[in-house]
C-alpha cells in the first residue's frame, strides 16, 4: 500500500484516479479547492481523505503533500476558452498552482509526481499523429500554462532530481464530466443536451477532430506512469491514437441517444486546434500501456451513465 495525493481529486477524472487507487488498497488523500470539482464526485469513495483549499497558496501545498509518496497532479481549470475569456485566473489555477506543488513535493521529498498535461500543447502542427518530439506550439492561455507546467516538471527533475512525469492527455471523456458550464468538454454538453431533446452547438464547419479518449484508459497511463521505471523527467501521450470530427460525435451520439434535432452552426473558437490525434507508441514502449476502452464503448457508457444520474435526480 503506498500513500497518493491526488490535487483536483473531486474532479472529474481526478476522482476516478482517487477511486481506482482505493479499489487497489491504496492510501489517498485528496486536495481540491472546488471550483470546478464537487463533492459528491467522492461519495461512493470510502476512505478518501479531504483537505479544501486552493493550491495557488504554497502553504496548501506543503500541507497537502505532507507524507505522501505520490502525487499525481490534476487540479486545473481544464478550458481553452475560459482561459481565452481570463488567462490571469486560469494561469493561477494551471501555473501558479503547479509550480506550487512541485516546490512543495520537491521538499516533502516524494518519490512521484504524475502532471497531467494536456494535447493542447501542440497547437497545429501539420504532421498527425501527434508525437511527443514535436515542438510545442501552444495556440491558447491554457495550452502554454499547462506546457509551462510540464516544463516545470522536466525542470524539477533535472534541477533538484523530483522523479516528475507527463501524461498529455487528448479530449478525456466519462461519467462524472460535468456538462453544467458553457466551458464543459463537448461529448458532456451533446449528450446533455440531445437528452433534452435541446440543439447542440458545433463550432466552425464541424470537420476538426479529435483523439476522444475514455476516462478509464487515462487512469490506466497514469497509474502506470506513476510507477513505471526510468519514466522521470519524460513527455507522455496517452490517448486512444484514433480521431473523430465534431460532425461525426454528434451522428454518433444522436444515434446512440436516439435522438431528432439538427446541431445548430456557430463561429469557429479563439484559440480552437484544428486536429488532434496522438501517436501512443512512447506509452506502449515506456508504460506497456494500452486503451482498452474504445471511443463508442466510451460513449455507451457515458451515456449510461447520463441516465443513471438523470433518473436518480427526478
Ligand atoms: C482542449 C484540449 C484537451 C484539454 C481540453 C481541456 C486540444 C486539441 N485539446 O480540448 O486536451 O483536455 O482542452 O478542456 O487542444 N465544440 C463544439 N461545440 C461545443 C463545445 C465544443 O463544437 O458545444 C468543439 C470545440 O470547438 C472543439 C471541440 O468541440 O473543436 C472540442 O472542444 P472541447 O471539448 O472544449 O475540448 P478542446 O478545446 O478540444
Not at 525542470?155 to 501524461?167: I, P
Not at 486536429?275 to 507508441?281: E, G, L, N, R, V
Amino acid at each position: 500500500m503506498a500513500f497518493y495525493l491526488v490535487t483536483g481529486g473531486a474532479g472529474f477524472i481526478g476522482s476516478h484516479l482517487a477511486e481506482e487507487l482505493v479499489r487497489r488498497g491504496h492510501r489517498v488523500r485528496v486536495v481540491d479547492n472546488l471550483a470546478t470539482g464537487k463533492r459528491r464526485n467522492l461519495v461512493h469513495v470510502p476512505g478518501v481523505e479531504f483537505l479544501e483549499g486552493d493550491l495557488a497558496d504554497l502553504e496548501v501545498a506543503r500541507r497537502a503533500v505532507e507524507g505522501v509518496e505520490f502525487v499525481l497532479h490534476q487540479a486545473a481549470i481544464p478550458s481553452v476558452p475560459r482561459s481565452v475569456a481570463d488567462p490571469l485566473t486560469s494561469h493561477r489555477a494551471n501555473a501558479d498552482a503547479t509550480l506550487n506543488v512541485l516546490i512543495a513535493a520537491r521538499d516533502a521529498r516524494v518519490r512521484r509526481l504524475v502532471y497531467a498535461g494536456s494535447s493542447s500543447a501542440y497547437g497545429d502542427t501539420p504532421t498527425l499523429p501527434k508525437v511527443e518530439t514535436m515542438a510545442p506550439a501552444p495556440l491558447s492561455p491554457y495550452a502554454l500554462q499547462k506546457l509551462v507546467g510540464e516544463q516545470y516538471c522536466q525542470l524539477f527533475t533535472r534541477l533538484y532530481g523530483l522523479e516528475a512525469v507527463t501524461v498529455r492527455y487528448f479530449n478525456v471523456f466519462g461519467p462524472r464530466q460535468d456538462p453544467s458550464s458553457p466551458y464543459s468538454g463537448v461529448i458532456s454538453l451533446f449528450i446533455s443536451a440531445l437528452s433534452e431533446g435541446r440543439a447542440p452547438t458545433i463550432y466552425g464547419d464541424g470537420e476538426q477532430t479529435r483523439d476522444f479518449t475514455y476516462v478509464a484508459n487515462v487512469v490506466d497511463g497514469v497509474l502506470r506512469a506513476s510507477d513505471a521505471p526510468g519514466v522521470a523527467g519524460t513527455v507522455i501521450n496517452v490517448a486512444t491514437g484514433g480521431r473523430v470530427s465534431i460532425n461525426a460525435l454528434f451522428r454518433a451520439l444522436r444515434d446512440l441517444i436516439g435522438a431528432r434535432v439538427e446541431p445548430v452552426y456557430a463561429p469557429a473558437r479563439a484559440g480552437d486546434v484544428r486536429h488532434s490525434q496522438a501517436d501512443i507508441d512512447r506509452a506502449r514502449r515506456l508504460l506497456g500501456y494500452e486503451p482498452t476502452v474504445g471511443f463508442e464503448d466510451g460513449l455507451r457508457k457515458t451515456i449510461d451513465w447520463y441516465r443513471a444520474s438523470q433518473a436518480a435526480i427526478a
